[in-house]
């Protein structure tokens, strides 16, 4: 994953990038995909991450639909389950003296959902997540996610927890 060019020129962009490879580096589950490393070369910074060979939940549940086929109830509880795994992995990250992070991904929706050929559920894109323990996001008054997913909290601009991610799962 890298900036494009030109993103390279927004200080925020790059915050924000910077922030989600920090952030999802210390993140170690199965069920979350993992990042290998963080660079930039020539002013352009990138992210390596796990591959994973399969599809985003949001065209498998396109596909089925446009085929007229209902995804399976069974298949939607063990993505589920699997989700809340990784979810719960990094709600309950600590620093190194065992105070909670609060780390909250904030874009928990069927894009963000990857499932492989081989049958795993991994959780990506912890680049909007935030840790409660950090410094305040200087950009707190602009809502960040996807709107269908979001919770009302999220949405009016509130405070928010754990509870929004699994608000956002659940929807």
Known sequence: KRILPHFCEDPEFV????NEATLAAQLHHANIVQIHDFDAVDGSYYIAMEYIPGQDLRRVLTAAAR????FRTELGLHVVGECLKALMAA???????GAP????????SPHNVLLSYAGE????????AKAAARAPDPGSDVIRGKLPYMSPE??????????????SLGV
């Not at 709600?91 to 003296?97: G, I």
């Open 67 to 70: 085929q007229g086929r209902r």
């Open 154 to 167: 999220q949405i009016l601009g509130e405070p928010i927890d754990l509870r929004t991610d699994l608000f």
């Open 91 to 97: 709600h309950e990250m600590a620093d190194e003296q």
């Open 15 to 18: 915050r924000l990038f910077i």
């Open 121 to 128: 559920v991994k959780l990506t894109d912890f680049g909007i």
């Open 101 to 108: 992070l609060s780390i909250v991904h904030r874009d928990v």
